[in-house]
């Protein structure tokens, strides 16, 4: 995510459109946060419960910078403590055709994969606060990145 200000909009490697889309939501985890955010979750809690176990201090980070940049929005939704909900904006809404092609891409390509219906992912799980349905095949060790 070098190589650009969101805040400023200055462009610090070049002017090209897709380097600059990367510097914004190329990395591991932002997309997967719009992918949450476009079938439902909204809260802190609901994208990390996501299948493919985001840390934290990572979310937190991938929340400010998309909100810098203008992909999402919060709004407190709890006082004490300070709790938000967290939507995709207009220009955050627009990356659903960009997730849309992954999809498209990620099932003629790689074998196994599927999407959140097809792979039965109880979202109400996690959206209720007990966690979510996920299974992970790899050695914790070999997860984190």
Request: glycine residues 8%.
């Amino acid at each position: 995510m070098k190589g650009r200000n969101f805040k400023t909009g200055e462009l610090r490697r070049s002017p090209c459109p897709v380097a600059n889309t990367l510097d914004l939501v190329g990395d591991k985890w932002s997309l997967l946060i719009i992918r949450d955010m476009l079938v439902g979750s909204s809260t802190f809690g609901e994208l990390a419960a996501s299948p493919e176990g985001i840390p934290t201090n990572i979310l937190a980070d991938r929340l400010r910078r998309l909100e810098d940049a203008g992909v999402i929005v919060s709004s407190a939704y709890q006082d004490h403590p300070v709790r938000y909900a967290y939507s995709l904006s207009d220009k955050g809404k627009e990356l659903a055709d960009v997730l849309q092609a992954f999809v498209q891409w990620g099932k003629k390509h790689i074998p196994g994969t599927r999407t959140y219906e097809e792979a039965g992912y109880d979202f109400s799980r996690a959206r209720s606060g007990r966690g979510a349905a996920r299974k992970h095949t790899k050695p914790r060790a070999a997860r984190r990145s």
